[in-house]
């Protein structure tokens, strides 16, 4: 495993921001946290990354224990916050070399280090311009490309496309599966439930410092009701007999308007064939089907609270 944590606490005062918190996240994958403001999730990444100590618990990053061998942790890991790292009075090139000699590489290396990334990131052409004149997605680009100037096998990303327009975000996506591709872990936080759905493998929703539900993408959208399979016919007549042929499969729902039935599931490969055998031994032909699953919004909303009770 990449990550291991068990029973994770953080308070501040009377203030609980981590209650016990247990992860585990494979090595070479997306792991996304998500959950509202202030379910802990920045808190999480900082004592994950060494930036501050845990209260209680236990966690190991990529084979080093975060208390026991913080400075291990750290050569291991990198870092993209938030808040962009990037100096302004710099050029796009100048922050790669400086982060190069942070990192103790040798000059000819780091000039090397620094014009692959360059080229990786799309930011030749913007190379040697300061920072100041880089756009919100170049910003993050290069914030991310200093990240990996130590080579890091595992990478925190705090929310790295907030504020970012749909075209900005999607090139970040497309630089993060390029990562997880050459081997990389990622440990993603996010309130993109689109960024979640796209990007990661395994989803862990934290609400109130607790781990509330973990799984796929799949997983969590059938944890919540609401599913169903639609289907449509011809005319009113076969919209009668499907009606009928169905009975058996309780609280569905018709819309005579729309010749549609709406059949409560989650619209397995078991359910449909179950369906479809009952409408093929009651001769209806189904003109249109689809399946309807809750989304993330929905598993969201669902399963978190705002810190005041609401929704």
Do not use: C
Request: glycine letters at 12%.
């Amino acid at each position: 495993m990449a990550i291991t944590a068990t029973g994770l606490r953080k308070s501040y005062g009377d203030h609980v921001v981590l209650d016990g918190l247990d992860l585990d996240v494979g090595t070479g994958t997306v792991f996304a946290l998500f959950g509202p403001n202030g379910a802990g999730k920045t808190t999480t990444v900082q004592i994950l990354s060494t930036l501050i100590s845990a209260d209680g618990g236990h966690a190991t990053v990529a084979g080093h224990d975060v208390a026991g061998d913080p400075a291990g942790v750290r050569k291991a890991i990198g870092v993209t916050g938030q808040f962009s790292a990037v100096d302004n009075l710099l050029t796009g090139e100048e922050n790669l070399l400086l982060m190069a000699d942070l990192n103790h590489l040798g000059r000819r290396e780091g000039r090397r280090r620094a014009a692959d990334l360059l080229r990786r990131f799309d930011l030749v052409d913007a190379a040697k311009k300061p920072a100041a004149t880089y756009s919100g997605g170049m910003r993050r680009r290069l914030d991310l490309a200093m990240t990996l100037v130590g080579g890091p096998r595992l990478i925190f990303l705090d929310e790295p496309t907030t504020g970012l327009d749909p075209r900005s975000r999607h090139a970040m996506w497309e630089v993060i599966r390029g990562l997880v591709a050459g081997g990389v872990t990622i440990f993603l936080t996010t309130q993109y439930l689109e960024e979640a759905d796209e990007l990661a493998d395994r989803i862990a929703v934290l609400n109130g410092g607790r781990l509330v539900a973990e799984g796929t993408a799949e997983e969590l959208k059938r944890l919540i009701p609401g599913g169903h399979v639609r289907l449509r016919f011809a005319d009113a007549h076969t919209l009668d007999v499907a009606a009928k042929a169905l009975g058996a499969f309780g609280g569905s729902s018709r819309d005579d308007a729309s010749l549609t039935l709406d059949v409560p599931g989650d619209g397995g490969v078991r359910q449909l064939r179950a369906l479809l055998d009952r409408l093929d031994d009651a001769a209806v032909d189904v003109q249109d089907l689809s399946v309807h699953t809750p989304d993330l919004d929905d598993v969201f909303f669902a399963l978190t609270t705002e810190r005041t009770g609401q929704r």
